[in-house]
């Protein structure tokens, strides 16, 4: 037997991009629907970053309070170590926000704030362990979903369908929507360490690639930025990573010694958006609009940033009626050209994060220009931690 459901808007995907538009949705008196693939948020290799404005988005929603109480680490500046020299990437301090810091809170904390908030509402419905793998159209017009989830299949009819189920987004692809890009020149590698007591590491390190390091409490998750395709799991492939991995923290060559091939968890960054983000009754946001690089830490804050604008456009729209495709295309007008931009500083700065330089090497460019002009770091600062073109609610 087939569940239906009616709402006004269905969202597929509960990412940050999903999540926030529903909360931003239901304030102005919508019915929404999410559908989320995995039965929880607890994903591991995701950005764990909530940016200064989105600390100003929370506190515009009244979450500010609520967000603090849970564990979370502040970080006024971005820091950056290139073989043990201190650097300073990008300063919060002068940004016109309530909390001048980046706050880093593993996203599964995050996303259960917004979905808990919004379960709040009457008019929510947060569909989990439920795969969308098809539309339904009328004519040219796409007018609901379809899929699985623990009670068998279902379909949603909905005014709008968005899509914000990320760069792999096969509903994407269903409508008939092709991303362009550029092949990337990165990709992550992440695994664990174990945290011996009082070891602390560098945000980031760099020299021969980069290293992040994200405190867990228990233990320390390592994200190791390394040229496109340098990656392939074999013995030799590992070698070279803690070969790499120790000449840029000697101090961490031992706790990696136990790392496996099969603890990597190999990640390929991809570089691309839609031309167009919209067709008649359903719009692509998010990741899945424009898949970003973990270059900047800026995808969240990007994907944050588009349901808010599609919140404050179309949630008027869809209180009083249907959204024509003029109304999805000044969601795209909007948020196309902050996109565009983001993109092209990440292609800019990839060269620098995976170049491999001896440790007497000159700095790459790009640092010695923060370095020897410190108030740069403010300009850096504004951009990674209110991206291009805020929104507010
Ligand atoms: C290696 C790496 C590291 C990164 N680190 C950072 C960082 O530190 N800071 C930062 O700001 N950005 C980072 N980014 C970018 C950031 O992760 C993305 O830009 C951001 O998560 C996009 O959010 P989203 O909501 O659009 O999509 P996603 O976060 O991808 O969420 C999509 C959701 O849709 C669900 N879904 C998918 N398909 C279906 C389906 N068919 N049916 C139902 N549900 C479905 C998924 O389970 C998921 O929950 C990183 C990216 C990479 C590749």
């Known amino acids: 037997m087939t569940t239906e459901l009616t709402t006004d808007c269905a969202i597929v995907g509960g990412g940050p991009a999903g999540l926030v538009l529903a909360l931003a949705l239901l304030r102005h008196g919508i019915r929404v629907a999410v559908l989320e693939k ?34 979370h680490d502040d970080m006024p500046r971005v820091t950056f170590s290139w073989y043990g020299t201190e650097l300073t990437l990008a300063d919060f301090t002068r940004l016109p926000t309530r909390r001048k810091v980046m706050t880093f809170m593993p996203q599964w904390d995050f996303l259960d704030l917004i979905a808990d908030t919004a379960a709040q509402h009457p008019e929510f419905t947060l569909l989990r362990s439920t795969r969308v793998d098809g ?8 007018v609901g979903i379809t899929g699985t989830g623990p009670g068998g299949d279902f379909t949603v009819r909905a005014r709008l369908v968005v ?43 760099a020299g021969s690639g980069l290293i992040i390091t994200i405190d867990r409490g228990d233990f320390f998750q390592i994200a190791h930025v390394i040229p496109a395709g340098a990656w392939r799991g074999t013995d030799a492939d590992l070698a070279a990573m803690k070969d790499r991995i120790a000449r840029i923290s000697p101090r961490m060559a031992d706790a990696i010694s136990a790392v496996t091939a099969s603890d990597v968890h190999l990640l390929r960054v991809r570089l ?6 919209f067709t008649d009754g359903m719009l692509c946001i998010g ?7 973990p270059a900047g ?18 949630g008027p729209v869809l209180r009083d009626g249907t959204p024509t495709t003029a109304d999805l295309r000044r969601v795209q007008r909007r948020r196309n050209w902050p996109t565009w931009i983001t993109q092209f500083v990440q292609r800019r700065l990839q060269g620098p994060l995976i170049a491999e330089r001896a440790p007497d090497a000159p700095l790459p460019f790009p640092l ?15 951009f990674v931690g209110l991206g291009a073109l805020p929104e507010k609610l």
């Not at 970053?49 to 109480?69: C, K, M, N, R, V």
């Not at 539309?135 to 796409?142: H, M, T």
């Not at 990709?187 to 560098?202: H, M, N, Q």
């Not at 990741?287 to 690089?293: G, L, T, Y």
Request: proline content about 4%; charged content about 30%; hydrophobic content about 40%.
């Open 38 to 71: 995995h039965a929880d948020f607890l994903r591991d290799f995701r950005g764990d970053t909530i940016h200064p404005s989105t600390q100003d988005l929370l506190a515009e929603l009244g979450l500010l309070d609520e967000f603090l109480t849970r564990p």
């Open 135 to 142: 539309l339904i159209r009328d004519g040219d017009r796409i």
């Open 163 to 205: 899509d914000a189920s990320g760069r792999d987004s096969d509903i994407r692809a269903e409508a008939g929507f092709v991303p362009t890009g550029v092949a990337s020149a990165m990709d992550v590698l992440w695994f664990r360490i174990a945290k011996t007591a009082g070891e602390r590491y560098p945000f980031i390190q």
């Open 272 to 277: 691309e958006r839609l031309r167009r983000w």
């Open 287 to 293: 990741d899945s609009a424009h898949a970003m690089s």
């Open 297 to 314: 830490g800026v995808g969240i804050n990007l994907a944050i940033q588009d349901a808010v604008a599609t919140a404050r456009i179309l």
């Open 368 to 382: 010695r220009m923060l370095r020897d002009h410190p108030r740069l770091t403010h300009v850096t600062g504004r």
